[in-house]
């Protein structure tokens, strides 16, 4: 997307040299008068070189019977050469000119944003093949290549670090200031800045496949995308268009035939209604301010895929949070192991030990805590041979260890399994683990309670403020749906300051809960990590995805994904897409506002058409800089 200078702009030059040929007929008009051929000739090629590319375009659409304003300006220039106004027909011109240039002008400077993005990847990398450190173009870089960056260098490709240990700055892609701290099989990504060791990169992806061309991409087709109130316009448009075409054939005909009128005074103010009605700043009012507000997301590391969804976002009155990884940290440890029968084995943690040795089959975060406590305890988990491992979905893992069947999983699993051998006493320690906030797991055999392993994600330190904010900002009702059993999330659920909890939801539970908060609360977003949460995020009013930064699923499936890994920018997205939802309003209202205060003063003779154009010229000004202010939204 290259961004060609003023001076090399073949709109822009054509603007010029029509406006400065307005201003020579001007003053040919004053010195050799109205009946002189030279400004005539002067205005008629001010009309032809400013309005060249309108006019095509114009006729095109008048054959078509397709009328847009580019079909009114063109009627309306060449009524007035009939008339004889060459003057107002090349003021109308070179004021349409400008008001075409503004409009592009203003898009251009809202997407400088997705510029700076394309501008932060190196076009180039230091890459070591066959021992040798050589600098080659990213396009060449091949999967596999080690990357070499050195202290203070940007980023060039994504990869995974196999050497080295240092800081890197991700705000480029994930909009966080402060650095994260990378070292052996961290991700990296494309445009971030390495602060200050020496980093050996793996790259993992091609360059047109890294997160921050990605990004661009989206973003750019995002802003593309039309808005409900872009429609809204095209709308209005499509009825407002064909009832000027009438009023004005009315004034054109009625007066004159019926009242006396003078015809060419009426023929006037017929087509300079004509040129007025042209809803110049109404139709740019929507689409800057969609296109700002989505680079400026973009910039605070916030990707939201079209304008519907920017503006659904400030429509929200309720946000449902998948817990895990969302309002948690996504990494449980293990907090508490309790023995309970230790009889059948050789010393009181065997048990655990098995339990940890099956678990090693499973994909399940809770699964890679046991495996990580054992493993820290240096338990031997290979000498276990695992058979007739089956998952229960949702519950627990069913395996056979030395002709032995072993139960690992909720308490649930065990009552519904196993109801005979779970005690009272078993059922209260569960209790009064889960009222701590922790998840508690069984371990057992086919006629015993082995032992639970109790395990706690924590919370992140800035849920409880994210969810406090976001009540502040009107949002009636927060959600927490989580697999845990109702008392660990009932815990939680009061720690974060959540008004409601559902617990213990199977991955298919959270998409009839979804489907009952839009019935019970209209619009609903739908907070999770984008994996097994794809379903209720599509099913939302806004899907939105966390740590969106190299994660495709993410990237695909949510109509927002938030680039860092927490929900700390979820409020500024929120108050972005409200205050967009409010400079669109004003625009639409201010638009139709000088525009039905214009007509009404051509109607009644009141004010000149190159008037009535300088207004709309500064109308669209007015709208566009209006828009802009979406850049000052900040993430607070």
């Given at each position: ?69 580019r079909t009114l300006i063109t009627v309306a220039i060449l009524g007035a050469a009939v008339i004889g106004e060459w003057a107002e027909g090349a003021a109308v011109v070179f004021f349409f000119a400008i008001s075409e240039w503004l409009e592009t002008y203003s898009m251009d400077k809202a997407r400088q944003s997705i510029r700076s993005l394309m501008g932060i990847a190196p076009k180039e990398a230091s890459i070591k093949r066959n021992g040798q450190e050589m600098q080659i173009p990213v396009e060449e870089i091949q999967i596999g290549d080690i990357m070499i960056v050195k202290p203070g260098q940007k980023i060039a490709m994504d990869g995974r670090v196999v050497k080295g240990h240092s800081s890197v700055n991700q705000a480029a892609i994930t909009g966080e200031s402060i650095p994260v701290t ?455």
């Amino acid at each position: 997307m290259t961004r060609i200078p003023l001076w090399r702009n073949q709109g822009a030059i054509r603007t010029f040299i029509s406006g400065l040929l307005l201003v020579l007929g001007l003053i040919f008009y004053f010195i050799y008068g109205q009946d002189s051929l030279i400004p005539v000739l002067t205005f008629a090629s001010s009309i032809v070189i400013g309005g060249f590319t309108l006019f095509i375009q114009g006729f095109k659409n008048l054959v078509r019977l397709q009328f847009d304003m580019r079909t009114l300006i063109t009627v309306a220039i060449l009524g007035a050469a009939v008339i004889g106004e060459w003057a107002e027909g090349a003021a109308v011109v070179f004021f349409f000119a400008i008001s075409e240039w503004l409009e592009t002008y203003s898009m251009d400077k809202a997407r400088q944003s997705i510029r700076s993005l394309m501008g932060i990847a190196p076009k180039e990398a230091s890459i070591k093949r066959n021992g040798q450190e050589m600098q080659i173009p990213v396009e060449e870089i091949q999967i596999g290549d080690i990357m070499i960056v050195k202290p203070g260098q940007k980023i060039a490709m994504d990869g995974r670090v196999v050497k080295g240990h240092s800081s890197v700055n991700q705000a480029a892609i994930t909009g966080e200031s402060i650095p994260v701290t990378k070292a052996m099989d961290h991700e990296i990504f494309a445009g971030t800045l390495n602060e200050e060791g020496l980093l050996e990169v793996e790259v993992t992806k091609k360059s047109e496949d890294t997160t921050i061309a990605k990004i661009i991409h989206m973003v750019e087709e995002a802003q593309s995308e039309r808005a409900p109130s872009q429609a809204f316009v095209d709308r209005f448009a499509k009825y407002y268009t064909p009832t000027v075409m009438v009023i004005a054939l009315g004034m054109v005909t009625i007066p004159p035939l019926f009242f006396g009128g003078i015809w060419e005074e009426w023929i006037y103010r017929g087509l300079a209604l004509l040129v007025v009605a042209c809803p110049c700043a109404l139709v740019i009012s929507t689409p800057v301010s969609i296109v700002t507000a989505i680079g400026n997301a973009a910039r605070n590391g916030v990707l939201i895929k079209g304008g519907v969804y920017l503006e659904e976002a400030g429509a929200l009155s309720a946000i449902a949070f998948d817990k895990t990884g969302t309002l948690t940290k996504g990494i449980p440890e293990v907090t508490d192991i309790i023995s309970l029968n230790t009889e059948t084995h050789n010393n009181h943690l065997e048990w655990f030990t098995i339990a940890a040795a099956i678990e090693k089959g499973s994909q399940h975060p809770l699964a890679t805590a046991i495996v990580r406590k054992a493993e820290q305890n240096n338990e031997a988990l290979s000498k276990y041979e695992i058979e007739e491992f089956h998952s229960i979905t949702g519950k627990g893992i069913q395996a056979t260890v030395n002709n032995q069947t072993y139960y690992v999983g909720s308490p649930g699993l065990i009552k519904e399994r196993l109801s005979n051998v779970i005690s009272e006493e078993v059922i209260e320690k569960i209790r009064q683990l889960q009222q701590e906030g922790k998840t508690a797991m069984v371990v057992a055999t086919q006629t015993t309670i082995l032992g639970l392993i109790a395990v706690r994600d924590e919370i992140r330190k800035t849920s409880q403020d994210i969810i406090q904010s976001l009540h502040r900002l009107g949002i009636k009702k927060t959600v927490m749906l989580t697999g845990d059993n109702k008392l660990t999330a009932t815990a939680i659920g009061e720690q974060l300051g959540m008004t409601e909890v559902k617990a213990e939801l199977l991955p298919q539970d959270k998409l009839e809960v979804i489907k009952q908060l839009k019935q019970a609360n209209g619009k609903v977003a739908m907070v999770g990590d984008g994996v097994n949460d794809a379903p209720a995020l599509a099913a939302s009013t806004v899907g939105v995805a966390m740590g969106g930064a190299g994660t495709d699923t993410a990237l695909e499936t949510a109509d927002i994904a938030l680039m860092a890994d927490d929900i700390s920018k979820l409020p500024f997205t929120i108050r972005l897409s409200r205050k967009t939802l409010q400079i669109i309003k004003q625009n639409i209202t201010f638009s139709l506002g000088i525009k039905l205060i214009a007509i009404l003063f051509i109607i009644l003779g009141w004010l000149p058409l190159w008037l009535a154009i300088l207004a709309d010229v500064g109308a669209t000004l007015l709208v566009t800089l209006n828009g802009m202010r979406l850049t000052r939204i900040k993430n607070e």
